[in-house]
């Protein structure tokens, strides 16, 4: 293991930093091969999208629960407009919010900083992969514009519908959809292909594998989870375009079978859940080591357990096709595989919690945030296993139960995670602390927005509510008042989640204007990033570190201080 600046497509004389520091603005931060900037670029452009996807979700909540009234900052919302926006709601949350942030931004910014080296292997690559990104993104909203407006097909784009515009309605928005998608997908094998080859290559002298805090781990496996995924997807997609473009059948019934989309797309999309959850995973490891100072519980046990989830997570995709006409015999099967994979997803969990035990533990708000996701998270998971159950998603299949679980598991990962992260992490990116004060309002009181906004949902889902249902006063008992109360009280719910934004947002404004410095290590934490200043300066270090401990050595008996950085001589 060489000590760690290896660059491979960088000219060899521009290895030491001095040399290649950027100057211009435009070097410096939009044409930046430096990762931390480039993993900022992710996120930034994550949390743009994120207005987005709750500006649509807003929307088509609104009409829900007032149908066909005018709505503020909209205005009357018709047929077509709520199935693309319902389609580019979800698929904006889950492709160009969930995975830049929770995957691209944060595997940018703290691989290489958390492993002590000076950056990706290729920096280059890297560069290109961020701008590949931003092209898919600015494609995907260019569909919002095309004549016959963007694709309505819903996130899954299941064909025939999405196949055939006499269907779709949406001549040029389906294929840019589409497009857009698969330049994304693209985007994420270019960078993904950074996250392995560095955490293998470029660790600090000293740093074995299990030295690695579990946060890379969490990254790595969930990168190799995607690219053995996502292969028959953009196979599918081809297809799909060939369908669009040129009339031919891959997925239309002369000769052709619409399920195999089904297949092809799922048996990306359920992996893809837990290329989310398990850098979630990894930061809340992080984060309830340092507020507990407790050393982490079953390091190994949640690595090896990591590798499990991933393995299992490829061989559960058909429980979405339950009632696609699968053989029931098949569908067994995969309710079993279903089953199964909550077991090590469990342990896991567990082992975070058995972390907390008898540790001193301080709610800081990135504590709060990492804890909250926990608890949510199991929520949302728990309801998972009744649609497990090939028998009983009969009934559940495409309800709002549907809508309501997967919801109880995403918002987790993406909004209780995402602050996590970005509470736990803007003393390093920024030099400031926050105000915990504003902190702690802005969590509670998104946290119990939260929970009224699906809670309802789960029950008009049980009573048989449909999802992606633009109008359903054809359904009498769907407009009982109980059934427009249920959804009336998911949309205030929300109003009040949106509106607990504004102590957040404040608090950054004033944070940046004029926090308290943070210093290198605000939260006396061991691992490496916290051994860098804050910001860190291009190249992370002057002299790389050395690394002589595992991550989580906390409250080591007979150690004065309860904490042990990585790179501590002694
Ligand atoms: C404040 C936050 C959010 C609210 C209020 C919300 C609300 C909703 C609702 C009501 C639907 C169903 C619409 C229908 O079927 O008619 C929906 C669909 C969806 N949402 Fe969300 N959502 C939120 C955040 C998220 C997040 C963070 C993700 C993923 C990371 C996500 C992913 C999805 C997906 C994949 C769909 C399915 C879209 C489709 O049917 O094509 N949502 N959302
Ligand atoms: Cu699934």
Redesign the pocket.
């Known amino acids: 293991m060489t000590s760690s600046s290896v660059h491979a497509d960088a000219a060899p004389e521009a290895d030491s930093h001095a040399h290649h520091a950027p100057q211009s603005f435009w070097s410096k931060y939009i044409f930046s091969v430096d990762h931390k900037i480039i993993g900022l670029q992710y996120t930034l452009t994550g949390i743009f999208m994120a207005v987005v ?2 500006y649509m ?1 807003y929307v ?2 609104m009409h829900l629960a007032n149908p066909a009234a005018h709505i503020p900052f909209y205005g009357v919302l018709s047929p077509a407009a709520y199935n693309s926006l ?2 580019n ?2 698929t904006i ?2 492709f160009w ?2 995975m830049p942030i929770l995957l691209a931004g944060l595997g940018n910014y703290c691989i290489p900083l958390m492993i002590g080296c000076d950056d990706m292997v290729f920096p280059r690559v890297n560069r290109l992969s961020f701008q590949v990104f931003f092209l898919s993104t600015v494609l995907l909203l260019v569909g919002f514009m095309a004549p016959g407006g963007a694709f309505g097909g ?3 784009s299941y064909p025939p519908l999405s196949a055939k515009v006499e269907y779709n309605l949406t001549p040029h928005g389906n294929v840019i959809w589409l497009l857009a998608v698969a330049l994304e997908i693209v985007a994420f094998l270019l960078g993904g292909i950074n996250f392995v080859t560095t955490a293998m290559n470029s660790r600090a002298k000293g740093m074995k594998m299990f030295d690695m805090p579990v946060l890379v781990w969490m990254i790595v496996i969930a990168t190799i989870i995607f690219m053995m995924s996502v292969g028959p997807l953009v196979a599918g997609a081809v297809m799909l375009l060939l369908d669009q473009t040129l009339g031919t059948h891959f997925f239309a019934a002369q000769g052709g079978d619409p399920v195999l989309w089904q297949h092809l797309f799922w048996f990306f999309g359920h992996p893809e859940v837990y290329v989310l959850l398990l850098p979630e995973l990894g930061v809340v490891c992080e984060i309830i080591c340092v507020f507990s100072r407790k050393p982490l519980f079953g390091y190994k046990t949640i690595v090896y357990t990591t590798f499990m989830v991933g393995i299992l997570s490829m061989i559960v995709w058909a429980h979405h096709q339950f009632i696609a006409g699968i053989d029931p015999r098949m569908a067994s099967i995969f309710s079993l595989t279903t089953i199964i994979i909550s077991i090590p997803v469990a342990v896991i969990m567990f082992a975070m919690i058995a972390t907390l035990f008898k540790g001193s533990i301080e709610f800081k708000v990135p504590m709060l945030w990492a804890i909250g996701l926990i608890v949510e998270f199991l929520l949302g998971g728990v309801t998972g296993i009744y649609l497990g159950s090939s028998a009983l998603d009969v009934y559940f299949h495409d309800t709002y139960f549907v ?1 309501a679980h997967f ?1 109880y598991t ?2 987790p990962l ?2 209780f995670g995402g602050f996590a992260i970005f509470t736990y992490y803007f003393p390093k990116v920024t030099g400031k602390m926050l105000d915990e004060r504003l902190g702690r309002i802005h969590f509670w009181g998104s946290a119990i927005a939260f929970n009224f ?1 699906f809670i309802p949902l789960f029950f008009s889902g049980l009573a048989g509510e449909h ?3 633009y109008d359903y006063s054809g359904f009498a008992e769907l407009t009982t008042p109980h059934m427009q109360s249920l959804r009336t009280m998911a949309t205030h719910a ?1 109003l009040v ?1 949106i509106a607990f934004q504004i102590p957040f947002v404040i608090n950054v404004i004033k944070s940046l204007l004029k926090g308290a410095p943070a210093g290198a290590n605000p939260w006396k934490a061991n691992t490496l990033e916290w051994t860098a200043d804050s910001p860190p300066p291009h190249g992370n270090w002057a002299e790389l570190p050395e690394v002589y401990r595992g991550p989580y050595e906390y409250s080591v008996p007979g150690r004065e201080q309860d904490y042990w950085p990585q790179n501590a001589a002694n």
């Open positions: 996807g709750v979700s088509f909540r319902v389609t709601h979800g949350m889950i919010v969930a819903a996130w899954t809508v919801h995403l918002i993406v909004a906004i999802r992606r249902i929300l989640m």
